[in-house]
């Protein structure tokens, strides 16, 4: 992961945000407040208006104003969580490179950081569900040597199976909880938007690998 490639990703996050805001939409209607996709779309389009003229030398420093900017940008509890993942992992990322192992625990800072402040676990029902095996996913594929692009693609799969995985559960946490029983058989919108941020770093990792 260089600074080239952070910004690639978080473009194709917004381009992902922007193709997916209705379905987005439409799974938290069920469960939610119907504003996920909107605020997923206005967080990262005002992050890739920026992006031209962040100034960072590392990929933290572009991953770290990305949160910053999703906290101060998106409403509803999305903000904070997404925006603490993001900051939590730019964070980590003092170098003007990472390999995979080292942008696996940054990763895992993410993760912490959307545990610490949301409270939520696996089985939940809310976007942990995807990005924990997403994390998983992508060690075990750095620690048996596989390249970025190899690792994210593991991260990818497995957090879509992750968010598949959110339909028969109860929620247990945010605004979904307060359904109850009502909330099985509804996918969680936070567990989609978080597989769709992972497949884009899998489709930005692999097209850097074919153009190198």
């Known amino acids: ?59 933290g420093g572009i991953l770290a104003r990305t949160g910053a900017l999703l906290i101060s940008v998106v409403g509803g509890a999305s903000g904070p969580l997404y925006g603490t993942a993001f ?3 730019g964070k980590a990322l003092d170098a003007p490179r990472a390999d995979p192992a080292t942008f696996a625990e940054a990763l895992a800072e993410g993760l ?32 048996s040597g596989g390249d970025l692009a190899e690792a994210s693609a593991a991260a990818a799969d497995a957090a879509e199976q992750g968010m598949r ?19 099985v058989g509804h996918q969680d919108p936070g567990a989609t938007s978080t597989a769709l941020i992972f497949r884009a770093l899998a489709d930005t990792a692999a097209a850097a690998r074919e153009a190198a």
Do not use: C
């Open 112 to 143: 912490d950081g959307v545990r610490r402040l949301g409270a939520a676990a696996e089985g939940d029902k809310t976007m942990i569900d995807a990005y924990a095996p997403a994390l998983a996913a992508f060690r075990t594929s750095a620690a």
């Open 87 to 89: 900051r939590s992992l």
């Open 1 to 59: 992961m260089d600074i080239a490639l952070a910004r690639t990703w978080v473009q194709a996050i917004a381009a992902a945000m922007d193709k997916h805001k209705d379905l987005l939409t439409q799974l938290d209607s069920a469960i939610g407040d119907a504003d996920h996709g909107a605020n997923m779309h206005r967080g990262f389009s005002a992050v890739a208006a920026e992006l031209p003229r962040f100034e960072a030398k590392t990929a």
């Open 165 to 183: 995985a959110t339909v028969p559960m109860q929620a247990r946490k945010g605004r979904a909880s307060y359904l109850g029983a009502r909330s």
